[in-house]
Every structure is written in C-alpha cells, then in structure tokens.
C-alpha cells in the first residue's frame, strides 16, 4: 500500500517543505561520505539519551554540543530508505500544512515537532546509549497537524493486485489514525527502541504536533502571508487525478471534471486520469489544448455505459478552474 498524494490542492508553493527535504538530502549524502567513521558521526550528531544522563560519558560533549543534537539528530537517517520513506510522507503532508501556516510558522512549527519528538524518546529511554535519527519525529507532528488542519481529506493510494494498480481514495482520519495506532501497539510491544525504530518519538512528534498547531494557529505574525504568495502562488494542480463519472439514466454518456489551473488552460497541459469501474481502475492520459476555456468538455471515447445496440457512450469532463 503506498501513499501517492492527497486530495488537497495546496495554493502556494511549499518553498520551506522542499528546502527541508533538500537539506535532509544533502545531510545524508554528507553522513555517506565519513565512511568509516560516520558511526562516531552518527553518535555524535545524533540523539544519544546517555549524553544527557549518564555523568561519565556527558563530560565528553559540552553542553552546546548536547543540546544542537536534538535539532541534528532530526536531519540523518539510517539508509536510503528510511529516508526516502520519510522524505516521501513529508511531500504528501507537508505542502498543505505549510500552505495553511504560512512559510515562516512552518518552519518553527516543523523543528518544533522535530525537538519535541526528540524530548519524549530521551525521557522514555534514560539509559539508552543508541543514537535516535531520523525526521520522522518531526515528520510525525506535521501528520498530527495535517489531521485536524484537513480531517475530511482523502489519500490516493496504489495498492497492487495481482500486478494490476488499484487506486483507492482512504479518507486521511483513517490512513492517519490507522499509522498512530501502529505506534502505539509497536511501542506497547518494545522496549521504546525496537529494531533502531524511534517508537516514542513517532507517538510524542504525533501528539506534539496536534497540541502546537492548536495553539500556533492563534498567534498573530508580523508578516503578511499575502505578500509572500504573490511569489509562491501555483500555476498548475495535481498531475493525477482521479475522476469519479456519473450520469442520468437514458444517456450513455458519463461525465465528470477535470480541474486546471488557468495558466494550464492557456498554455496547454497533459494529466492522467484514473477512472475506477468496480474493481477495475484505469489510468487514462489527456491532453489539453491551449487557450482551453472554463466549462469546456473533453470527450474520452469509449469509456461511458453499454448502449443497447453493444456500443459505449464517451466520458465528458468538463473543465473547472482552481483559483
């Protein structure tokens, strides 16, 4: 089952959430690069409990050094795929909810969650001396915000049967709910660090953040977002989209929308649908031509109901902009 992207168009570009994903990148290739000793790179940028507890091995950090952990740990990872895992989940989460803050808050909001979630592993494993590492912890309190900033939301995602993909909509309560609670039982089920895996800091990251953006949402900010999104502002929406057809009895015709943004209609474009029939989901592109006006209808032959003659009415989507 994997997440592609959620139903949320976000308005603005998220500038903060690409350049947190860059940097995690750039860090990791550096963390590659110490070869044989990026153990004692880890250890030391990472966030080691025993640092902090533990006076014989304290004296060797000063405090600088031990307190910068817990904003370092958050930007290494432990492979390739545990961070192309987390980058991945905070491209779907992130964008929306720095669309909704704005891109300063966002990124307070964001190391925010990453410090918290680092505090929570450190009072559930005192003794431990196994750096944690990871954005997950941050990542984890962006999903938190994401569930009350977006609760009726829904997660497309590929689940492949029998090597066919199958799109399904998961609404973002469930997808969300369903992964906390997987922490909660992994958690229950270890000693808070199982397998390298940071449990408490996924459960305190996922708390934390739906506590901060309660209360972030409330503060006033000097800056006007305004003024920021005359810059950030999107030209286009989702590559992908899923369209669900319909139609009145008698017409063989189905129709459904396909939504643009106004520089697309003008310049041109091309998207994939996905038209779900019962257990069937097909991926279907479609071109659109330049200078394309609002409510306009493009035809997709063959894909409406059975005519009584044996023959198939069309798809019509009719063309919305998204402003």
Known sequence: MLPLRDT?????????????????VLVFLIQMGQGPVMDKFVFFYGLVPAKFTHPAL?????????????????????????????????????DNVEDRLGHVKYLGFYLACGVGSGVVQLVFNLDSQIPTIGASGA???????????????????????????????????????????????????????????????????????????????????????EVVSRFTERKK?????????????????????????PYEALAGTHKMINVPW??????????????TREGSLLKLKGLGKITPEGGRGDLLLKVVFRF
Not at 8 to 24: G, L, R, S
Not at 239 to 259: E, I, K
Not at 278 to 291: C, D, E, W
């Open 8 to 24: 949320i168009q976000n308005k603005n570009y998220p500038m903060v959430n690409t350049a947190i994903i860059v940097v995690n």
């Open 58 to 94: 304290s004296t060797y950090f000063s405090t600088g050094e031990k307190f910068f952990s817990l904003f370092s740990f958050m930007f290494l990872h432990g492979g390739f795929l545990h961070l192309l895992g987390n980058m991945w989940s905070l491209y779907i989460f992130g």
């Open 139 to 225: 990542i984890a309190g962006v999903m938190g915000a994401y569930i009350l900033l977006y609760p009726h939301a829904k997660i497309l995602t590929l689940i492949p049967i029998l090597f066919i993909p199958w799109f399904v909509e998961i609404p973002a309560y469930f997808f969300l709910g369903l992964w906390f609670l997987l922490q909660i039982l992994n958690a229950a089920g270890s000693h808070g660090q199982m397998a390298g895996i940071a449990w408490w800091a996924h459960i305190g990251g996922f708390i934390f953040g739906m506590i901060l953006i309660k209360l972030i949402m409330n503060i006033p900010f000097p800056l006007k977002s």
């Open 237 to 261: 929406t989702h590559r992908l989209q899923v369209v669900h057809p319909s139609g009145p009895p008698g017409d063989s015709n189905v129709y459904g929308t396909l939504v643009l943004a």
């Open 278 to 291: 019962g257990f069937k989901n097909r991926l279907f592109r479609v071109a659109v031509q330049p200078k």
